[in-house]
């Protein structure tokens, strides 16, 4: 699995889904933090750089968009997939014009979901690949 | 819709290898005409725009138009013709997918298209997961 190789921030304010999914990633990435709102993310992205992040959008304090935004102002090529039950179409706007192009469908398919993660992955290394061929 | 139609017509006039252009534009325009769900927008219009931007005929928009009614559109075909045309290199692929993925998030998300884009997606990469 191509996530062994990179560490992940997973911001969800659910107790209970942030633990389950975190449980699901761990055995998959290299380290996982958590982060139970935006606020808390962001500063938590400051701090540990993870090569990904996954957020949920519905959070108190600072939501998940607002906490995407704020990252890829720090950093534009950040990779960062929102989860969704695509019931917030106004947010999914924003989440596009923002640059988020990655996203996980609630209800959770375990199969889907790694599938969208080593596609970022995917993404990362070669983004990677290019910055160190052309420096 | 314009500039991304523009991305995957750069793609291939910059792909000197393309063995069959022809084939890859149409396996290409089907993939986004399965993401952007033709049969619930304006086929006349996106018609328009694939002649403008791809230059599709009327006539290959209007098959692939209609296969996607009839639900008989070959999405692994489609996906093998593109597949075979850029070498199953895995970086094109990639710049291929990113392409695609905007079409999936057009003004705003809607759960059918990003489903469809992820089906498509999948199909590319799974060898390479």
């Known amino acids: 699995m191509r996530l062994e190789k990179f560490t992940i921030l997973y911001v969800?304010?659910?107790?209970?889904?942030?633990?389950?999914?975190?449980?699901?990633?761990?055995?998959?990435?290299?380290?996982?933090?958590?982060?139970?709102?935006?606020?808390?993310?962001?500063?938590?992205?400051k701090e540990k750089k993870p090569d990904i992040v996954l957020s949920d959008i519905a959070m108190p304090n600072m939501n998940g968009l607002e906490m995407s935004e704020a990252i890829k102002e720090l950093n534009p090529e950040q990779p960062i997939a929102l989860f969704t039950a695509f019931s917030e179409s106004a947010f999914l706007k924003k989440a596009?014009?923002?640059?988020?192009a990655t996203y996980i469908l609630?209800?959770?398919?375990?199969?889907?979901?790694?599938?969208?993660?080593?596609?970022?992955a995917m993404e990362?290394?070669?983004?990677r690949e290019a910055v160190s061929q052309n420096g | 819709?314009?500039?991304?139609?523009?991305?995957?017509?750069?793609?291939?006039?910059?792909?000197?290898?393309?063995e069959n252009k022809k084939n890859f534009k149409i396996a290409s325009a089907s993939l986004i005409c399965c993401i952007i769900d033709i049969n619930e927008t304006h086929p006349k219009e996106y018609s328009l725009?694939?002649?403008?931007?791809?230059?599709?005929?009327?006539?290959?928009?209007?098959?692939?138009?209609?296969?996607?009614?009839?639900?008989?559109?070959?999405?692994?075909?489609?996906?093998?013709?593109?597949?075979?045309?850029?070498?199953?290199?895995?970086?094109?692929?990639?710049?291929?997918?990113?392409?695609?993925n905007q079409f999936a998030i057009l003004n705003g998300c809607t759960q059918r298209s990003y489903r469809?884009?992820?089906?498509?997606?999948?199909?590319?990469?799974?060898?390479f997961y």
């Open chain 1, 12 to 45: 969800e304010d659910d107790e209970i889904t942030r633990e389950l999914i975190k449980e699901i990633l761990e055995p998959s990435c290299k380290k996982v933090f958590v982060a139970s709102d935006g606020e808390e993310g962001l500063a938590l992205y």
């Open chain 1, 96 to 100: 596009a014009e923002i640059g988020v």
């Open chain 1, 106 to 120: 609630k209800p959770l398919d375990e199969e889907q979901f790694f599938n969208s993660l080593n596609y970022m």
């Open chain 1, 124 to 127: 990362l290394e070669m983004n």
């Open chain 2, 1 to 18: 819709m314009d500039k991304h139609l523009k991305e995957i017509s750069n793609l291939i006039k910059n792909q000197n290898r393309l």
């Open chain 2, 49 to 100: 725009l694939f002649q403008k931007n791809l230059n599709l005929s009327a006539e290959e928009f209007e098959k692939i138009h209609i296969e996607i009614m009839n639900d008989a559109l070959n999405i692994n075909e489609n996906v093998s013709c593109i597949k075979i045309e850029l070498k199953n290199n895995m970086f094109q692929i990639m710049e291929f997918l990113k392409i695609l």
């Open chain 2, 116 to 127: 469809e884009f992820e089906l498509i997606r999948d199909k590319f990469l799974r060898e």
